[in-house]
């Protein structure tokens, strides 16, 4: 198994920018594809973004798009969600997951989930 830990969330100004992190545990994190969840207050949990194994492939939400960058380094067991052009609408707690295949996390088969870093972008 694997343990995922968030960490870069804040307060920051609409426009700003946030770079979040995903630390995992163990050796078998290159064999997982990841992905950002979030959730918004009063809504239902939604997905971000996520990659694959070796970082060659990613997907995003369309609201996202040209905003966010996600990407890994395997040799830290880290992965990383880098948020620019932050609104107010991206407010929400940030979970990280992995799963067996970016086909399958972007539909929601996860293994593993982080507990959440929360984002609040002030207007």
């Known amino acids: 198994q694997v343990q995922l830990v968030e960490s870069g969330g804040g307060l920051v100004q609409a426009g700003g920018s946030l770079r979040l992190s995903c630390a995992a545990s163990?050796?078998?994190?290159?064999?997982?594809?990841m992905a950002w969840f979030r959730q918004a207050p009063g809504k239902e949990r939604e997905f971000v973004a996520a990659?694959?194994?070796?970082?060659?492939?990613?997907y995003y939400e369309d609201s996202v798009k040209g905003r966010f960058t996600i990407s890994r380094d395997n040799a830290k067991n880290t992965v990383y969600l880098q948020m620019n052009s932050l609104k107010p609408e991206d407010t929400a707690v940030y979970s990280c997951?992995?799963?067996?295949?970016?086909?399958?996390?972007?539909?929601?088969?996860?293994?593993?989930w982080g507990k959440g870093t929360l984002v609040t972008v002030s207007s």
């Open positions: 997951a992995a799963g067996p295949s970016l086909t399958q996390v972007r539909i929601g088969v996860i293994g593993y």
């Open positions: 163990g050796r078998t994190f290159s064999n997982y594809a």
């Open positions: 990659i694959s194994w070796s970082g060659g492939n990613t």
